[in-house]
């Protein structure tokens, strides 16, 4: 693999359903990140984390908890999903946690909580 | 509160130049990304400016300045292809992204 990848694609969820969405990445960068996307608003982050072993609260974090084990991986989880979760959620990395080192995106993961 | 303003939508024509504009009102700054987001699709880094002027690369250019709060991507020679959402986003004192809700920009031939 190159780059950052996430699992799953796409989902369907019941409200009250425990879900992880899964980050990747191969490029060997320290700081990565979770965000949502959601129709007429920016990109809101939820969870970062700047080195393995290390999480941080981002601006939107209720409802969600992520891990940090391994500099590779960085799944995120929402212990019992809401309507208002649903959204579109971006695993992102970058070389270095602080200024001018740009983000790079994973593909998204498309979330519906019904 | 941190803000950063963009217009919603812009529409220019094939072969057009197009300037999209980003203020911003941050707690800090440390640096401007522009990053480019094809509809349905992740946001890809187009530039990064942190002194004022502006910064070229190929048919892009990024400009800012820090006193005025201003930022602004130039696109030349406008192809389909840059039918897209424009992001801004802002690093504040904390090294935190601060993003704008994007620019869509409608290209016509």
């Known amino acids: 693999i190159a780059g950052i990848t996430q699992a799953p694609t796409s989902q369907i969820l019941a409200a009250g359903r425990r879900m992880t969405l899964r980050c990747t990445q191969d490029?060997?960068?320290?700081?990565m990140y979770w965000y949502r996307q959601d129709l007429g608003l920016g990109l809101r982050l939820i969870h970062y984390?700047?080195?393995?072993?290390?999480?941080g609260k981002g601006e939107v974090p209720d409802g969600y908890s992520v891990s940090r084990a391994n500099t590779d991986d960085f799944p995120l989880t929402l212990a019992s999903a809401v309507p208002s979760q649903t959204s579109v959620y971006f695993c992102?990395?970058?070389?270095?946690?602080?200024?001018?080192?740009?983000?790079?995106f994973g593909p998204g993961t498309r979330l519906t909580v019904l | 509160g941190q803000n950063i303003d963009q217009p919603t939508e812009m529409t220019a024509t094939e072969g057009a130049i197009v300037q999209i504009n980003c203020t911003y009102q941050?707690?800090?700054?440390?640096?401007l990304f522009w990053y480019q987001q094809h509809a349905g699709e992740a946001p890809t880094f187009l530039s990064y400016?942190?002194l004022d002027g502006l910064e070229e690369k190929g048919r892009f250019s990024s400009f800012l300045s820090r006193s005025k709060g201003y930022s602004y991507l130039l696109l030349k020679e406008l192809q389909m292809k840059d039918s897209a959402s424009y992001l801004c986003?802002?690093?504040?004192?904390?090294?935190?992204?601060?993003w704008g809700a994007g620019t869509k920009l409608i290209i016509k031939p």
């Open positions: 490029m060997r960068h320290n700081a």
């Open positions: 400016n942190v």
């Open positions: 986003a802002v690093v504040d004192s904390n090294y935190q992204l601060i």
């Open positions: 941050t707690s800090g700054f440390n640096g």
């Open positions: 984390s700047n080195t393995a072993g290390t999480t």
């Open positions: 992102a990395s970058s070389d270095e946690e602080q200024g001018g080192s740009p983000q790079y």
